[in-house]
Nanobody, 117 residues
Framework: QVQLVESGGGLVQPGGSLRLSCAAS????????MGWYRQAPGKERELVAT???????NYADSVKGRFTISSSNAKNTVYLQMNSLKPEDTAVYYC???????????WGQGTQVTVSS
């Protein structure tokens, strides 16, 4: 199994910034990926951004140009830099580790992000 620990959530005003971190107990292999998903009250969980072991990235259309995902050199930590935050970004953000070969997904406990005046 893979254990994931998220941090960095909190309350921020519209237009502000936050950086989320996720530390994994296992590094990414080239065919694995890590990423961030979010779930707002009453809505389904949605993809925010992913990054592969080869540093290929993917973003939801709603966050392109505002959010940036990156990983550590050891490929065991991912970051989500969130700029120009909007109230609609308010959600619980979950870190994800995808084992492509085993077709398994691992999830962190989630961290709350609230964007409000």
């Amino acid at each position: 199994q893979v254990q994931l620990v998220e941090s960095g959530g909190g309350l921020v005003q519209p237009g502000g910034s936050l950086r989320l971190s996720c530390a994994a107990s296992r590094s990414m292999f080239t065919l694995n990926s890590m990423g961030w998903y979010r779930q707002a009250p009453g809505k389904e969980r949605e993809l925010v951004a992913t990054i592969s072991g080869r540093d290929y990235t993917n973003y939801a259309d709603s966050v392109k140009g505002r959010f940036t995902i990156s990983s550590s050199n050891a490929k065991n930590t991912v970051y989500l830099q969130m700029n120009s935050l909007k109230p609609e970004d308010t959600a619980v953000y979950y870190c994800n580790y995808r084992d492509t070969l085993a077709v398994d997904d691992y999830w962190g406990q989630g961290t709350q992000v609230t964007v409000s005046s």
